[in-house]
């Protein structure tokens, strides 16, 4: 979507729009429904509350809006990313990551070349709920742009000139950016996964 029509719907918003709302939704619902079940796992009923209440701040501040400074999906789910921020320091988020890192911690020393890329890990491993729990962990830590750009290319499969097009950027763009996102993925995943005890709360 252009940089028109994003602020078309932003100022929208800013003035009541019903049809602005709707748009809004329609363009994005379905979206910011499957990125956050992706972060948050096999929980609807908290993917749904983080849904709602994201369009529901979207509303109240379109006003912060800024279309030289990114897109209106990545201010979107910017937001978002606040929403799953708060649902990852609930007690039963919390364990449940516990739980994923002393799994990390129990295997052998193969899984920093996994990190590396020098070394694929087990199917085993590949599949399991724990890394799927530190992975999704990871990516919530990370900007919301990075966490967009890695969505769009390695879960959704997408080629890069469409994911160009969602996040209203050059394909050159979007390779150094992906470029970036997946060093800070790999920094990410290694503190968080080496860390001793404690959670420390997902930075907004």
Known sequence: ?????????????????RDAWLKLYDLYAEKLWQN??????????????????????????????????????VWLWTIAKRQVALHYRKGRQRLAIAQA???WTS????????????????????ESRE???LVR????ELPAEYQVLLMAKYVDGA????????????????RSKLARARKAFRRVFKRQ????????????
């Open 1 to 17: 979507m252009g940089e028109q029509t994003d602020t078309e719907i932003a100022n929208g918003l800013q003035q009541g729009s």
């Open 36 to 73: 956050a079940a992706r972060l948050l796992g096999d929980d609807p009923a908290s993917v749904a509350d983080i849904v709602q209440e994201t369009f529901l701040i979207a509303a109240r501040s379109a006003g912060s809006f800024n279309p030289r400074r990114g897109c209106l999906w």
């Open 101 to 103: 890192r002393q799994w």
């Open 107 to 126: 295997l052998n020393g193969q899984k920093d070349d996994w990190l590396q890329g020098t070394e694929k890990p087990p199917t085993e491993a590949l």
């Open 131 to 133: 890394l799927a729990e």
């Open 137 to 140: 962990y990871t990516l919530a």
């Open 159 to 174: 080629p890069i000139e469409e994911v160009a097009s969602q996040v209203d950027s050059s394909p050159v763009a979007v």
């Open 193 to 204: 996964t080496h860390r001793a005890s404690g959670i420390q709360e997902v930075a907004l």
